[in-house]
């Protein structure tokens, strides 16, 4: 046994150490998790990884909370600046499951596409797709699996 173990708290801590704790919950601020935000307008930081899940290709496109601009619900809790979330797009597997996919990174791109004037994907994901800043409304919604999963519908995005 050290010597620290067979010291009693008190001796561990001296009122300066203590004094350090003297704050209450709503004083400390809340720590950024990895969760979908609640409904509303955000500014996002985004950038991409282009991975392997399951054998197959995708880009994982991480999003991070940099304002919200407006929460839908005003009673939701707030979403903690720096939270992170991810949009995951499959380039391999079940045809039907890649064209949607696709579909759905074509429509996260298109702004960005826009805005760089470029057209070919893998120029807008490998080149462009790094720190951009969006303004999205975002979406909660319950995975179909797993109704304790958040997924996010994004819509009205634009490069800010």
């Given amino acids: 046994m050290n010597q620290e173990s067979m010291l009693d ?3 561990i801590f001296d009122d300066a150490d203590l004094a350090l704790l003297d ?3 709503d004083e400390i601020e809340d720590l950024p998790g990895f969760e979908v935000p609640v409904n509303g307008r955000y500014l996002l930081k985004a950038n ?4 392997k899940i399951n054998d197959k290709a995708a880009v994982e496109v991480e999003l991070e909370v940099m304002e919200c601009l407006k929460k839908d619900n005003d009673a939701d ?8 979330f991810s949009q995951l797009y499959f380039l391999q597997g079940e045809e039907e499951s890649v064209k949607i996919s696709m579909g759905m990174l074509k429509q996260f791109t ?3 596409a826009e805005h760089v004037g470029e057209s070919n994907m893998k120029v ?3 080149d462009h797709l790094k720190d951009v800043l969006y303004g999205a409304t975002v979406v909660r919604r319950k995975d179909n699996k797993n109704p304790e999963v958040f997924r996010a519908r994004l819509s009205n995005l634009e490069i800010v």
Wanted: hydrophobic share 35%; aromatic share 0%.
């Fill in 23 to 25: 704050k209450t919950l």
């Fill in 110 to 112: 298109k702004p960005l």
């Fill in 124 to 126: 807008l994901v490998k």
């Fill in 77 to 84: 809790e707030d979403t903690v600046i720096g939270t992170k």
């Fill in 9 to 11: 708290d008190d001796a």
């Fill in 48 to 51: 991409r990884k282009i991975k």
